[in-house]
């Protein structure tokens, strides 16, 4: 399955799934009272308010370039994934309030019957397996949003096993459990929004890949038989994608058609990195040497050709 169709299928299976939990919850906060899973409730048709508006970022992220965006729309993800963020600061400040609240009245109250821990119990297991689920895609696709997605569906299991030990603390008669327990979560909720906006703010503001990855691209560089030196290697991201550039240093004497042989082939090979988007490569006269040091390309270049520059 191609990049756009597997994250806008994660987007209708999360609305989908929040939307049956919604429901599920409404009618079993309606069935016993219980205000653990009344809360819960509200929690999830608050996910399905959001998970449509991920479903039309995440739409507007896979269209194709156009004349406007004609390296395509995936800067859009990051701005997606902090609207989640938004979402989860909320959630967790709702929830550490309304603990808060009931601690300090003592307006605990109590659900008898086994149908509200049921509900739970399944939305848990709902949650995880969508955890798991947008994991593997948004590592699969590298997408931001879809990572971000993940780490909400993971807080909907705190909250829902928070509200199910809520519930069984009542009936085992410490109905102080249930505020206490979300009081708990709810600094794991907004942990979890600290999170999705430290982890996207590379994305926004054109940061450097991890160095590894730099020395990755540069091997790469290198690794063409022709290929004397690197230099002036610059990576960013462009998005959650990274677009690099970089000069090639090649014997002085080559004819242009040798020249643009061997710099297609060091882009291609720079291409067909997962985490690159594009690649701009320029050729330069090994005998000029009017560039500055850059000691990680030296250092690969020893290592790789066993030898000094």
């Keep these: 399955m191609n990049r756009r169709a597997a994250l806008r299928k994660v987007g209708i299976i999360v609305l989908a799934a929040n939307l049956a939990l919604a429901l599920a919850k409404g009618a079993v906060?309606?069935?016993?009272?219980?205000?653990?899973?009344?809360s819960e409730a509200v929690n999830s048709v608050a996910d399905s308010a959001y998970s449509l508006v991920v479903l039309a970022g995440l739409y507007l992220t896979t269209q194709p370039p156009d004349f406007e965006h004609p390296h395509g729309h995936e800067r859009i993800e990051p701005f997606v994934s902090l609207f989640i963020a938004v979402a989860i600061f909320a959630v967790g400040g709702i929830v550490l309030y309304n603990a808060v609240s009931d601690i300090l009245s003592g307006s605990v109250a109590v659900t008898r019957g086994w149908t509200a821990g049921a509900v739970l119990v399944g939305a848990a297991g709902t949650k995880f397996a969508l955890y798991r689920y947008c994991l593997r895609v948004a590592d699969e696709n590298n997408s931001p949003a879809v990572g971000a997605a993940a780490l909400d569906n993971r807080n909907d299991i705190l909250t829902a096993v928070a509200a199910?030990?809520?519930?069984?603390?009542a009936q085992a008669g410490y109905p102080i459990l249930d505020p206490a327990a979300?009081?708990?979560?709810?600094?794991?909720?907004?942990?979890?929004?600290?999170?999705?906006?430290?982890?996207?703010?590379?994305y926004l503001v054109g940061a450097a890949p991890p160095e590894d990855l730099r020395a990755e691209i540069v091997r790469r560089a290198l690794n063409h038989p022709d290929v004397e030196g690197v230099h002036d290697v610059i990576a960013h991201y462009v998005g959650p994608e990274i677009d690099v550039s970089l000069h090639i240093e090649v014997e002085g004497d080559r004819t242009l058609r040798e020249a643009h042989a061997i710099e297609t082939a060091v882009m291609?090979?720079?291409?067909?990195l997962p985490e690159v988007d594009?690649?701009?490569v320029h050729v330069d006269p090994k005998e000029l040497g009017e560039w500055e040091k850059d000691e990680t390309a030296d250092e690969l270049f020893r290592e790789i050709r066993g030898g000094g520059r």
């Design 278 to 280: 594009d690649a701009y």
């Design 268 to 272: 291609r090979s720079i291409r067909r």
């Design 182 to 202: 979300a009081a708990v979560v709810s600094f794991g909720i907004l942990y979890t929004g600290v999170e999705i906006v430290r982890d996207n703010f590379d």
């Design 29 to 38: 906060w309606y069935w016993t009272g219980s205000l653990a899973v009344g």
């Design 164 to 169: 199910l030990v809520g519930v069984a603390g």
